[in-house]
């Protein structure tokens, strides 16, 4: 079992840049490939980034690529979110898979965290 706890969400106005983290714990952390997904109001639960378990594979969502960075380390997994846009708002949430094949696909995800709260004024 891996429990997740999300981390760093906010208000922030369009341009500026949040980070958030993903506190891990439970067993064997470092065997799961790691992303992040987000979900609007009204819309499905959408893919943003993911690393896998060693952290020099990285992959992104297009609307969010050169803008947001995906990382890992002891025990944790960050999303640093650059050049915010009001697009952005969501619930974002973290996600652990055993297969870095499947941590783009929602229903293959094994473990959810409960997401934080990122709003983008304009």
């Known amino acids: 079992q891996v429990q997740l706890v999300e981390s760093g969400g906010g208000l922030v106005q369009a341009g500026v840049s949040l980070r958030l983290s993903c506190t891990a714990s439970?067993?064997?952390?470092?065997?799961?490939?790691m992303g992040w997904f987000r979900q609007a109001p009204g819309k499905e639960r959408e893919f943003v980034a993911a690393i896998n378990w060693s952290g020099d594979t990285t992959y992104y969502a297009d609307d969010v690529k050169g803008r947001f960075t995906i990382s890992r380390g002891n025990n944790a997994v960050y999303l640093q979110m650059n050049s915010l846009e009001p697009e952005d708002t969501a619930v974002y949430y973290c996600?652990?898979?055993?297969?870095?094949?499947?941590?783009?696909?929602?229903?293959?995800?094994?473990?959810w965290g409960k997401g934080t709260q990122v709003t983008v004024s304009s």
């Open positions: 439970g067993r064997t952390f470092s065997n799961y490939a």
């Open positions: 996600a652990a898979e055993r297969f870095f094949g499947n941590i783009r696909v929602p229903s293959r995800v094994d473990y």
